[in-house]
């Protein structure tokens, strides 16, 4: 099985800063991979898909970026919107395994 | 309006079993493949089960395969999670989710159904 190893697991940050989240594969996915955004007692809700598109309706202060095995989700000036936890899933190949998640706290 | 309402969750003994379902409406049900993804309490997402659109292909993470069943009828726009010989670490909330097959991502989430397994 494919394993998503996700770092920080949790942050602080103020308002107006910009947000670095990380995902990385134990091996190839190629670009399967996708961004969730959880809020306390909410779905999740897909953000980013095949590691750089951004979902329909979401602000363009997120992006998706890769680099091999690498992957990365920014928010560039952080909104009280954005303070949620973060998730990455790979759909390359079943089971699609989720990270571990980042949870984004005010500082 | 894309909607998925899951059912049937609840309070059940360690072995026991129940059948979750999906409703969904607002797409075309019948052309989409569809996941299964719970999270236990305070815990991360962990993907469950897949089934594609004519019921040929289904996938289990491995922490349920052989006591869960996913299965769907298109005709009633449903999909459905049978899950048995529950144990405690099966409590959470399990959600339904669309699986966009163009762009290979979980794209519509329902709201969730709680289980809960304990004596």
């Known amino acids: 099985d494919i394993q998503m190893t996700q770092s920080p697991s949790s942050l602080s940050a103020s308002v107006g800063d910009r947000v670095t989240i990380t995902c990385r594969a134990s091996?190839?996915?190629?670009?399967?991979l996708n961004w969730y955004q959880q809020k306390p007692g909410k779905a999740p809700k897909l953000l980013i898909y095949?590691?750089?598109s951004l979902q329909s309706g979401v602000p363009s202060r997120f992006s998706g970026s890769e680099s091999g095995t690498d992957f990365t989700l920014t928010l560039t000036s952080l909104q009280p919107e954005d303070f949620a936890t973060y998730y990455c899933?790979?759909?390359?190949?079943?089971?699609?395994?989720f990270g571990g998640g980042t949870k984004v706290e005010i500082k | 309006e894309v909607q998925l309402v899951e059912s049937g969750g609840g309070l059940v003994q360690p072995g026991g079993s129940l059948r979750l379902s999906c409703a969904a409406s607002?797409?075309?049900?019948?052309?989409?493949?569809m996941n299964w993804v719970r999270q236990a309490p305070g815990k991360g997402l962990e993907w469950v089960a897949y089934?594609?659109?004519?019921?040929?292909?289904?996938y289990y993470a491995d922490s349920v395969k052989g006591r869960f069943t996913i299965s769907r009828d298109n005709a009633k726009n449903s999909l459905y999670l049978q899950v048995n010989s529950l144990r405690a670490e099966d409590t959470a909330v399990y959600y339904c989710?669309?699986?966009?097959?163009?762009?290979?991502?979980?794209?519509?989430w329902g709201q969730g159904t709680t289980v809960t397994v304990s004596s």
């Open positions: 989710a669309t699986y966009n097959s163009h762009y290979y991502s979980v794209d519509v």
């Open positions: 607002g797409f075309t049900f019948s052309s989409s493949s």
């Open positions: 089934i594609n659109s004519d019921s040929n292909t289904k």
């Open positions: 091996q190839n996915i190629i670009n399967y």
């Open positions: 095949t590691a750089s």
């Open positions: 899933q790979q759909t390359y190949s079943p089971p699609h395994t």
